[in-house]
C-alpha cells in the first residue's frame, strides 16, 4: 500500500501463494504479499512492532477514505517534512533515523505513486486486522504464515527495530511451530532455518543481492515441526 524499505513488492508473485483463508505477517511492514494480487481478500492479521508503522495502519484500515487521502499535500522537492509516513518514502534505509527530510525528486515521486496506490485500492484493506507488537502477539491459528523480518548482519538494519534486536534463534522455533503453512524470507546470509534460494536481484551500480526462502507446506513431515 505504501512506499518501505525492504517490502516485497517487486517479488511477491515468486512466493507460494496462500492455502489458507487467514494470512498472518507477524512482520508487517508495508504487507506488500497479503497486497499482492487477490491475496488481501482473505482475512489478513498484521503485527508490526514499530508504533510509527502500526499507526500508518491504523489509520488507512479504520480512519482514511479515499477523499482523504487525495486530500493529503504532494511534496515539493526542497522542502522539509518531519511526518514519519513522508519519510519512508525516501527510499534509503536510513529513513527511520531521520526527525525530518528534505524532499527529493526520488521521495516526492514515490508519495504522488503511494498517495494514488492507497486512494485506488483503499477498500482492500478495511477489513484487514493490525496488532501493535512483538510477532509474538500473533493469535495461534492455522493460517498462511509470511515471516519477514530484519535480515541477519547489515542489510537488516534499516528498520527501526532492527535486526539486532532479533533472537533469531528463537525465531526459528516459533516459526516452525506455527500451525498452517509457513513463508520465512531472508537474505544471503540467514541460516537459522534451511533457506534456499530464491531469486538474485540486479540492484543498482552492478550490485546484486539474494533472497532466500523457507517453505514448510501444510502437508510436511512432522520432522519439519518444531516445538518451541
Request: charged share 25%.
Amino acid at each position: 500500500m505504501f512506499y518501505y524499505y525492504g517490502r516485497k513488492k517487486q517479488i511477491a508473485k515468486h512466493y507460494p501463494s496462500p492455502n489458507y483463508e487467514c494470512i498472518i505477517e507477524p512482520f508487517a511492514g508495508s504487507a506488500a504479499y497479503s497486497f499482492f494480487s487477490d491475496n488481501w481478500r482473505n482475512q489478513v492479521i498484521l503485527i508490526e512492532k514499530d508504533p510509527k508503522v502500526a499507526s500508518i495502519w491504523e489509520w488507512l484500515i479504520n480512519e482514511a477514505t479515499e477523499q482523504k487521502i487525495k486530500n493529503l499535500p504532494d511534496l515539493k522537492v526542497g522542502e522539509k517534512s518531519s511526518e514519519f509516513l513522508h519519510i519512508i518514502h525516501a527510499a534509503t534505509k536510513m529513513a527511520f533515523k531521520y526527525k525530518t527530510i528534505t524532499v527529493t525528486p526520488v521521495l516526492a515521486r514515490n508519495w504522488e505513486i503511494s498517495k494514488r496506490v492507497m486512494a485506488e485500492n483503499l477498500q482492500k484493506i478495511k477489513h484487514w486486522q493490525i496488532i501493535c507488537g512483538d510477532y509474538t502477539m500473533a493469535p495461534d491459528i492455522d493460517a498462511t504464515w509470511f515471516i519477514d523480518p530484519p535480515y541477519m548482519s547489515e542489510p537488516g538494519m534499516g528498520y527501526g527495530f532492527s535486526s539486532a534486536l532479533i533472537n533469531y534463534e528463537e525465531l526459528a522455533k516459533w516459526s516452525l511451530s506455527r500451525p498452517g503453512e509457513v513463508i520465512c524470507c531472508e537474505g544471503e546470509y540467514g541460516d537459522y532455518l534451511p533457506f534456499e534460494t530464491l531469486l538474485d536481484l540486479k540492484g543498482v551500480a552492478g550490485k546484486s543481492s539474494r533472497e532466500k526462502m523457507f517453505y514448510r507446506s501444510p502437508h510436511s513431515p512432522a520432522q519439519l515441526r518444531l516445538v518451541a
